[in-house]
């Protein structure tokens, strides 16, 4: 069952063509990470699926709905930085979606406002960011602020989430923490997913599939001529060697 | 050890800190006493205990023919119109920034324009200000607030720009619309940055206060300096022109206070 449908996607800047023939569909609740060079259109291709820009060609179509025209609600999105609004406190930064999206002017009333503080405060305390409610993103380490920033957008209750080398700017020891608290709040929450990173072990050790994004095409006097498109579609499921899970009873493993 | 590696202690910085006001001092008064020597009713350079015996008369004593103390008049009058003007500059120029800086079609109309009207040499226009406004409080106001507003738009505009897109993508997922960004992403982001920019245009605040009040008014700290040029009582221009600079100097030092307390969140203040 298809949840994110992608058609024929292609961009092109004026007369560079960054992606190009991309088709693909993924089911809901997987999650793909992205992997590729440096200009191989990566970027380009989660700004298309943000609706931060148009196609040139081709559809995105999520859960069905027409497509985008602009980054709406239906995206949750996480950078490598500038994810958190700096001149909010931690808790106010979880509060933040519920009162942009309670109405016009953004503002929560003073009912639903003690509510939400107490719903984000029992958030915060599951993340483990409870000691810092008050404090300003400023003070946080790298590691606190992508937690902050992942809950923020699953805050916003969005269709799929989009992470874009989150875990980039940080150290190892802090990644492998960082990759328990993903697994952990997508086993949660059975989101929708798009990684992209340029840490192999961790697009096959968090994606149930990997995406390469690669130019089959190299022009050597060139190498910005041809368009990128995705190149190999892995399925990283138990390990990366699918079809392991035994299907059928077999005797012959439980004799002994 | 090398020069750039050296770095006083807090008693020497503080010596160092004081040396410059000392040495002005000194080269003043040596210069008003050799003056003085030649001809004891030399008025170009007073001695600094005839300049404090004129403040003390300035600040105390009231006027013989209005009875009022002249020295607060003009202070109160040349405030009120500074204040005005940068308070109405300031509003203006939020507002339009944040316009210009977030919606596309607003700065394609208004970004040249206000680039050009920033060339405009605010003096030059004074006269016309003078025949459309009168001679009134209004001119003189209103060039405070031509002189410094371009300014400030320009750079309230760049400020919001160079808000990180993330930001405004991050903030647009989460379902805030326009208006909901630019008063909870924006605006509080920017504040910081306005009362950064008004400390920079003060300086120009007071030089267009001055040079209005010196073309044409009844009262006001310029007003008063222009006219008792013409007796060359320096002894009470230069009251004056330490009173401004204080006066300056504490505005400054205010706005920098209220923006360390008001936007805790933000690090950067020099």
């Known amino acids: 069952m298809s949840y994110v449908t992608i ?5 092109t800047y004026g007369k560079r063509t960054i992606i190009e023939n991309i088709d693909v569909s993924v089911p ?3 999650f793909v990470s992205i992997v590729g060079a440096s200009g191989c259109g990566k970027t380009t291709f989660l700004r298309l699926l943000l609706a931060q820009e148009q196609p040139t060609r081709g559809e995105i179509h999520i859960d069905g709905a027409p497509m985008a025209r602009e980054p709406g609600r239906d995206h949750g999105i996480v950078f490598q930085r500038y994810s958190v609004l700096p001149h909010q ?3 106010n930064n979880l509060i933040a979606p519920r009162a942009f999206r309670s109405s016009f002017w953004g503002r929560l009333s003073r009912a639903d406002r003690a509510e939400e503080r107490a719903k984000a405060r029992a958030t915060l305390a599951r993340i483990g960011l409870e000691h810092v409610a008050d404090q300003y993103p400023a003070d946080l380490s790298g590691g606190m602020l992508q937690r902050l920033a992942i809950a923020q957008a699953l805050a916003g209750e969005p269709k799929i989430l989009l992470l874009d080398e989150p875990f980039g700017a940080l150290d190892p020891g802090t990644k492998i923490v960082m990759h328990d608290f993903l697994q952990e709040l997508r086993d949660q929450s059975g989101m929708t997913i798009f990684m992209i990173t340029h840490d192999l072990g961790e697009a096959f050790k968090l994606g149930d599939r990997v995406w390469a994004f690669d130019k089959p095409v190299w022009d050597a006097t060139d190498p910005e001529k041809n368009a990128a498109t995705i190149t190999y579609d892995f399925d990283a499921r138990d390990d990366g060697i699918p079809f392991q899970t035994l299907k059928e ?3 012959v493993l439980h004799a002994r | 050890m090398r020069w750039i590696n050296r770095k006083p202690g807090a008693l020497l910085a503080t010596v160092l800190a004081t040396l410059p006001f000392l040495a002005v001092l000194l080269v003043y008064m040596i210069g ?3 003056r003085l020597a030649v001809n004891p009713q030399d008025k170009l350079l007073p001695a600094p205990t005839t300049i ?3 403040a003390e008369r300035l600040l105390t004593e009231p006027d013989r023919r209005s009875g009022e103390i002249l020295f607060w008049n003009d ?3 040349s405030l009120r119109r500074l204040a005005l003007g940068v308070l109405i500059a300031a509003t203006t120029a939020l507002i339009t920034g944040i316009g210009i800086g977030m919606l596309p079609y607003l700065r394609k109309s208004f970004a040249p324009f206000v680039s050009v009207v920033s060339m405009v040499p605010p003096l030059a226009i004074l006269p016309v200000l003078f025949i459309l406004l009168g001679l009134g409080e209004v001119s003189k106001v209103a060039l405070i607030v031509i002189g410094i507003t371009p300014f400030l738009i320009r750079d309230m505009s760049q400020r919001v720009i160079d808000l990180p897109s993330e930001q405004f993508v991050k903030a647009q997922t989460l379902g805030a619309s326009s208006t909901a960004i630019a008063l909870h992403v924006v605006l509080p982001q920017v504040l910081p940055r306005l009362i950064a920019a008004v400390r920079l245009s003060l300086g120009p605040a007071w030089l267009f206060l001055i040079a209005a009040e010196a073309i044409a008014s009844d009262q006001g700290l310029g007003y008063r300096i222009f ?11 230069l009251t004056y022109v330490v009173w401004i600079t204080l006066l300056a100097f504490l505005l400054d030092l205010a706005l920098r206070l209220l923006s360390r307390r008001a936007f805790p969140w933000d690090g950067e203040a020099l």
């Open chain 2, 52 to 54: 404090l015996a004129t």
């Open chain 2, 32 to 34: 008003s006493d050799m």
């Open chain 2, 75 to 77: 202070t109160f009058a």
């Open chain 1, 28 to 30: 809901k609740g997987q």
């Open chain 2, 227 to 237: 006219l008792v040029r013409r007796y060359l009582a320096m002894d009470v221009i």
């Open chain 1, 249 to 251: 009873r077999t005797h």
């Open chain 1, 7 to 11: 058609k024929g996607l292609s961009k």
């Open chain 1, 89 to 91: 406190t931690v808790l």
